[in-house]
T-cell receptor, first 111, second 112 residues
Framework: DSGVTQTPKHLITATGQRVTLRCSPRSGDLSVYWYQQSLDQGLQFLIQYYNGEERAKGNILERFSAQQFPDLHSELNLSSLELGDSALYFC??????????FGPGTRLTVL | GQNIDQPTEMTATEGAIVQINCTYQTSGFNGLFWYQQHAGEAPTFLSYNVLDGLEEKGRFSSFLSRSKGYSYLLLKELQMKDSASYLCAVKTHRDSNYQLIWGAGTKLIIKP
């Protein structure tokens, strides 16, 4: 158990819909990262937050957005969903050592 | 540009030794991570190298040569549960922030 929690574990929705994925980092970690991993693909970095502020952006679509709240939990919002958005979405957190610890992921299926 | 290369897939036999290589070309280097990822599960941290040389952790060892832009992960006494993908990631510094550049991963298949 990494100490990072993600909800929900599974999510099934239809094209055009909007969903919100939630992540709680390890106790004391200020950085949160979001990744997308499609079937049999590598990890695609989406976005990083540090203590409530956006710190780095990767290949995140304009239809996707994220935020980190004062209690340090983070949410990833995916809108106007397409079939190609079906993937595993991982959240990771890190402290001062920069080692990232991953949550169990949310499996999103868009039908 | 930023580039990390790993073999796509490797096969090894239970009880044997396997070496998974990772070469990188990045603008800046602040360390290299290895992660293990079983299918459908989260990546889990294995090792971190920032200085040249070999770091040993039980059956797993990781080596780094910064001058050659090269690292390897060595797995000894292979077990069936070692069947997984192994991800190499380089830590770089950009815009006052550290970030990880991820390789595509090496899928390791262990045969009895």
């Amino acid at each position: 158990d990494s100490g990072v929690t993600q909800t929900p574990k599974h999510l099934i929705t239809a094209t055009g819909q909007r969903v919100t994925l939630r992540c709680s980092p390890r106790s004391g970690d200020l950085s949160v990262y979001w990744y997308q991993q499609s079937l049999d693909q590598g990890l695609q970095f989406l976005i990083q937050y540090y203590n409530g502020e956006e710190r780095a952006k990767g290949n995140i679509l304009e239809r996707f957005s994220a935020q980190q709240f004062p209690d340090l939990h983070s949410e990833l919002n995916l809108s106007s969903l397409e079939l190609g958005d079906s993937a595993l979405y991982f959240c990771a957190s890190s402290g001062t050592a920069d080692t990232q610890y991953f949550g169990p992921g949310t499996r999103l299926t868009v039908l | 540009g930023q580039n990390i290369d790993q073999p796509t897939e490797m096969t090894a036999t239970e009880g044997a030794i396997v070496q998974i290589n990772c070469t990188y070309q990045t603008s800046g280097f602040n360390g290299l991570f290895w992660y293990q990822q079983h299918a459908g599960e989260a990546p889990t941290f294995l090792s971190y190298n920032v200085l040249d040389g070999l770091e040993e952790k039980g059956r797993f060892s990781s080596f780094l040569s910064r001058s050659k832009g090269y690292s390897y992960l060595l797995l000894k006494e292979l077990q069936m549960k070692d069947s997984a993908s192994y991800l190499c990631a380089v830590k770089t510094h950009r815009d006052s922030n550290y970030q990880l550049i991820w390789g595509a991963g090496t899928k390791l298949i262990i045969k009895p």
